[in-house]
């Protein structure tokens, strides 16, 4: 997965066909998409952005990525810093792909005027942060469909390997039987992320911009992470199905908490002194601010019943990180995903099933297991108290940071295609109407 493995003969002799372009880039993830060189993608990238730190911690990451010892990238930016920076990229074209990862309140907008000017768009989650951004969102998916060009965001969460093998096992019958329908006090499928502002990026303390934790900015708890977590329970439990929102998707409850950050905390995080004055609304005590950064979501898709939430704390306890929790009920098994101390946080994938006096299961789960050996050797089971642990080579857990390569690997294949596959498009719209009317239900439930 680098540009070392392109033969110099087709470097030289045909040029690149992707020429990246990245937009205001605020977020951290926009620099994680260029942390791998790509074949077919030319090392100048387009910078189109406001001046100041953000940028400045944007060139920092990749110069850091060029220059590290081991296969070191070779990005040249070209940076473009006037106050008409957005107006200057639909001008001049420079590039055929808009990257953008950083502040969501004006994402969607940049989106919509992207895909109007002709760009493909690889977007970070969320693209849409509240009801009107999802109409407007709408709006440029038909748009992007009309232009011809592919607009797409960063789903990164289908390349952890616990949660590909949790889907894998969901699609065999010996083993997990079918997908339960639940119920909203016992959902089918439950996915729970915890999340933490303090934390380390590609070897040191992420400062964090101050708006990250303006919820009008970067969008509430339940619009943000949650993305993940409902596109991950679109995928698993209907493959390449096309869900269409205004019949599969019922909400059935929602809420929203906030979490609290003292004025030093704030500080420690965005290298401040002091909140700016657009947090005046959610200041207590002159010295406490709350984020609405913690949500949850109980609805019913295509008839099954789902949970996701996300919480996010401050700091994560010493040695941990972020964390998922994740359960698919079968009528043979259940299908877990633990990450807490136990699991030492790293993910771990558990098979537990119903009738653990069913000495057949255990013989169906061995064959199943190595017949999936196949596509995934080295992977095995070792017994548990509940059922199995399934044993997962070291090889196949790359890491949060590595798996935006796999997003843009395959984003990259869609391009040479020119299409996107017929379930993503319909599937993301119903990701984004059910992230953003869960927040307009959870902003009208006033008991909490």
């Not at 949650?226 to 199905?241: A, I, N, S, Y």
């Amino acid at each position: 997965m680098g540009y070392k493995n392109v033969s110099l003969k087709k470097a030289i002799n045909d040029p690149p066909a992707i020429h990246l372009i990245t937009l205001d880039p605020g977020h951290f993830h926009a620099s994680l998409v260029q942390k791998t060189m790509y074949p077919d993608v030319d090392a100048v990238v387009h910078v189109y952005a406001p001046a100041g730190p953000e940028l400045q911690e944007h060139l920092s990451k990749i110069n850091l990525y060029n220059t590290r010892a081991d296969d070191p990238t070779h990005w040249k930016e070209d940076v473009y810093t006037g106050n008409d920076f957005m107006e200057r990229m639909l001008k001049e074209k420079k590039g055929n792909v808009v990257v953008m990862a950083g502040n969501n309140r004006k994402k969607t907008e940049y989106i919509l005027r992207s895909v109007q000017a002709g760009f493909n768009v690889l977007a970070d989650k969320p693209m849409a942060i509240d009801k009107h951004n999802f109409e407007m969102l709408k709006t440029a998916f038909q748009t992007a469909e009309k232009n011809k060009v592919l607009l797409y965001d960063i789903m990164t969460e289908r390349y952890e390997i616990t949660t590909i093998l949790q889907r894998e096992l969901s699609l065999l019958p010996a083993v997990f039987g079918k997908l339960q329908k639940g119920t909203t006090a016992d959902p089918a499928v439950t996915k729970e992320s915890v999340h933490h502002f303090y934390k380390y990026v590609s070897g040191s303390v992420l400062t964090r911009p101050p708006w990250f934790m303006d919820v009008k900015q970067q969008g509430e708890g339940i619009v943000d992470v949650t993305t993940h977590l409902v596109d991950l329970v679109q995928w698993e439990c209907f493959p390449e199905q096309v869900i269409d929102y205004k019949k599969d998707i019922q909400l059935n409850t929602a809420r929203r908490w906030p979490t609290e950050m003292g004025v030093s905390q704030f500080n420690t995080l965005t290298k401040l002194n002091g909140f700016p004055a657009y947090f005046k609304n959610d200041i207590v005590n002159d010295s406490v601010l709350k984020v609405y950064s913690n949500g949850e979501i109980n609805y019913t898709i295509k008839g099954v019943h789902a949970k996701v939430s996300v919480t996010w704390a401050y700091k994560a306890p010493e040695g941990g990180g972020d964390t998922h929790y994740s359960i698919m009920r079968g009528t043979k098994t259940n299908l877990v995903i633990r990450q807490g101390a136990e699991q030492k946080y790293v993910p771990a994938l558990y098979i537990e099933p119903l009738n653990a006096g069913d000495v057949s299961y255990e013989s169906d789960l061995v064959k199943s297991i190595q017949r999936l050996q196949t596509k995934y050797p080295g992977i095995d089971l070792k017994k548990t108290a509940k059922g199995w642990e399934v044993i997962i080579p070291e090889k196949y857990k790359e890491g949060h940071e590595a798996h935006f390569g796999r997003v843009m690997e395959k984003y990259l294949q869609y391009l040479k295609a020119g299409k996107l596959p017929s379930w993503e498009v319909p599937n993301m719209i119903a990701k984004y109407y059910t992230t953003t009317n869960a927040l307009d239900m959870a902003q009208k439930n006033k008991t909490r």
